[in-house]
């Protein structure tokens, strides 16, 4: 694992999740670039009022899992994602955030975000997959 040097230990290290072991049989650990990225992933997919102490945490997308994939879902996928974001992530400039349906795999919509990390004014691209119900047989 990278250790943060001073200039950048804002972005952070902790423990990867979900939790696993290195290749010496520790848990696994992740720092700075790859923190700040799970901690992305970790807001997209919590739902608000999951944790307890910090009840607006989160995307809130479980509650559009039977949506129908249409411009309207697609729309509000985006806004909830760039929102939750700007809210709980405040090591990141949020570039974008593109959300679109993909036609070989029904029920999917792809989340297309950009980012700057602030400390290191890095920018990164990250893609995540949203099931919706799947339509058809």
Do not use: K
Request: net charge negative; aromatic share 6%.
């Amino acid at each position: 694992m990278t250790q943060p040097d001073s200039g950048n230990a804002f972005l952070g290290a902790g423990l990867a999740f979900p939790l696993a072991l290195d290749a010496d049989g520790g848990l696994a650990l992740n720092a700075l670039d790859d923190h700040v990225r799970q901690s992305i992933g970790l807001i997209i997919e919590t739902a608000p009022g999951e944790r307890v102490m910090r009840p607006d945490f989160g995307a809130g997308l479980q509650d559009l899992v039977f949506e129908p994939v249409s411009a309207s879902t697609a729309a509000l996928v985006q806004h909830e994602v760039q929102e939750a974001l700007i809210l709980n992530e405040p090591r990141i400039d949020v570039l974008g955030v593109t959300v679109t349906a993909d036609a070989d795999e029904p029920g999917l919509l792809r989340i297309d975000l950009s980012y700057r990390v602030r400390a290191t004014d890095t920018m990164f691209n990250l893609v995540y997959p949203f099931y919706t119900e799947r339509s058809g047989p």
